[in-house]
């Protein structure tokens, strides 16, 4: 076996190894609100989502394209460039994963990606326009995770809220809940399996020394296998960071933070945009918490969420140019 082609498979691996870390990194997304109000059991809440990803993952390539293509030319990318960034991106998912906090898995992928780009060939190489829009998913979906909450539980209180007793609303949303969760998960298998797609295709650009501007079908396939396999795997650590330590939550605050957030995704996803689905299920959560009021919020908890945004852009940077000058150093 050459030994580019052995290169090329033990990328794929680490790809799809990337892809199940991120699974079981961010179940917390999709079901950590549901299981924190017992609308589902865990095992339960993590069979759906485990289900639901890999259907989502089958939906569509825009963001996978954004990957292969927007963040470095692909007559740039080499085996090297590319096992850097994933080696960067496990590391940061466990080390966080370890910790509990609900870091991005996606933001962590991309700015590896960057580190070992500035790497292999100096800025020049980056593509600002690529860059520029997943910064501005990094910023823009949270802001409307937060906001949006605000204002759909303001219309429902209005519409429906209001008029129902506190029981009716809980036995009422505690069925609505299961589906907004539903939801969530499908629009996180959407978004960030695609993340695999798109870098287990630039590392086939590499290979083969051409343009990819389809995704092949087998690393659709792969790719959302993989994604449900870490699902099925579930995270607890960051359930319990995210369901249980921001804000208590009632199957109406759960239904609202999931339905709003599962939203932004969609729209993100279908845009080709890769936003961060923890950031906007972290924000969403929030938001609906300062509907109970400011003092509902464990703010001390969300502090320690904002720092692992705050550091994963400039430690994956760093991470990813440090493991690819390694890695030629080494000659691995």
Same mark, same amino acid.
């Given at each position: 076996?050459?030994?580019?082609?052995?290169?090329?498979?033990?990328?794929?691996?680490?790809?799809?190894?990337?892809?199940?870390?991120?699974?079981?990194?961010?179940?917390?997304?999709?079901?950590?609100?549901?299981?924190?109000?017992?609308?589902?059991?865990?095992?339960?809440?993590?069979?759906?989502?485990?289900?639901?990803?890999?259907? #989502?993952?089958? =939906?569509?390539?825009?963001? *996978?394209?954004?990957?292969? /293509?927007?963040? &470095?030319?692909?007559?740039?990318?080499? !085996?090297?460039?590319?096992?850097?960034?994933?080696?960067?991106?496990?590391?940061?998912?466990?080390?966080?994963?370890?910790?509990?906090?609900?870091?991005?898995?996606?933001?962590?992928?991309?700015?590896?990606?960057?580190?070992?780009?500035?790497?292999?060939?100096?800025?020049?190489?980056?593509?600002?326009?690529?860059?520029?829009?997943?910064?501005?998913?990094?910023?823009?979906?949270?802001?409307?995770?937060?906001?949006?909450?605000?204002?759909?539980?303001?219309?429902?209180?209005?519409?429906?809220?209001?008029?129902?007793?506190?029981?009716?609303?809980?036995?009422?949303?505690?069925?609505?809940?299961?589906?907004?969760?539903?939801?969530?998960?499908?629009?996180?298998?959407?978004?960030?399996?695609?993340?695999?797609? #798109?870098?287990? =295709?630039?590392?086939?650009? *590499?290979?083969?020394?051409? /343009?990819?501007? &389809?995704?092949?079908?087998?690393?659709? !396939?792969?790719?959302?296998?993989?994604?449900?396999?870490?699902?099925?795997?579930?995270?607890?650590?960051?359930?319990?960071?995210?369901?249980?330590?921001?804000?208590?939550?009632?199957?109406?605050?759960?239904?609202?933070?999931?339905?709003?957030?599962?939203?932004?995704?969609?729209?993100?996803?279908?845009?080709?945009?890769?936003?961060?689905?923890?950031?906007?299920?972290?924000?969403?959560?929030?938001?609906?918490?300062?509907?109970?009021?400011?003092?509902?919020?464990?703010?001390?908890?969300?502090?320690?969420?904002?720092?692992?945004?705050?550091?994963?852009?400039?430690?994956?940077?760093?991470?990813?140019?440090?493991?690819?000058?390694?890695?030629?150093?080494?000659?691995?």
């Amino acid at each position: 076996m050459e030994p580019a082609f052995l290169g090329l498979i033990v990328i794929v691996a680490l790809a799809l190894i990337f892809d199940f870390i991120n699974g079981f990194h961010d179940t917390a997304n999709a079901i950590a609100t549901s299981v924190a109000t017992k609308v589902l059991t865990p095992a339960q809440a993590i069979a759906m989502s485990a289900v639901l990803n890999v259907v #989502g993952a089958l =939906t569509g390539t825009a963001v *996978a394209k954004t990957v292969s /293509k927007d963040i &470095i030319p692909q007559e740039f990318a080499t !085996l090297e460039l590319v096992g850097a960034a994933l080696v960067s991106a496990i590391a940061w998912n466990l080390f966080t994963w370890w910790k509990g906090l609900p870091s991005s898995s996606s933001h962590a992928l991309i700015f590896s990606l960057v580190g070992a780009g500035v790497a292999a060939g100096g800025w020049g190489i980056i593509i600002p326009k690529g860059v520029q829009k997943t910064l501005t998913g990094l910023v823009t979906s949270p802001a409307l995770g937060f906001i949006v909450p605000i204002l759909f539980m303001a219309l429902l209180s209005w519409l429906f809220l209001r008029r129902m007793r506190p029981r009716a609303v809980t036995r009422n949303f505690r069925w609505l809940q299961i589906f907004s969760a539903a939801f969530m998960a499908f629009s996180h298998g959407g978004n960030d399996a695609q993340k695999t797609m #798109g870098i287990i =295709t630039f590392a086939l650009s *590499a290979y083969y020394n051409q /343009k990819f501007d &389809i995704v092949p079908l087998w690393v659709i !396939l792969s790719a959302a296998a993989a994604m449900g396999l870490g699902t099925a795997v579930g995270g607890w650590r960051i359930i319990k960071t995210m369901g249980f330590k921001v804000v208590d939550l009632k199957p109406v605050d759960g239904f609202v933070a999931e339905t709003s957030a599962a939203l932004i995704i969609e729209g993100a996803s279908r845009l080709g945009i890769p936003v961060s689905t923890t950031h906007t299920i972290s924000t969403s959560i929030m938001g609906v918490g300062t509907t109970k009021g400011f003092r509902k919020v464990k703010w001390q908890v969300a502090g320690r969420i904002v720092q692992a945004w705050i550091f994963t852009i400039p430690t994956c940077i760093l991470l990813g140019w440090a493991i690819h000058k390694l890695i030629l150093l080494t000659g691995v």
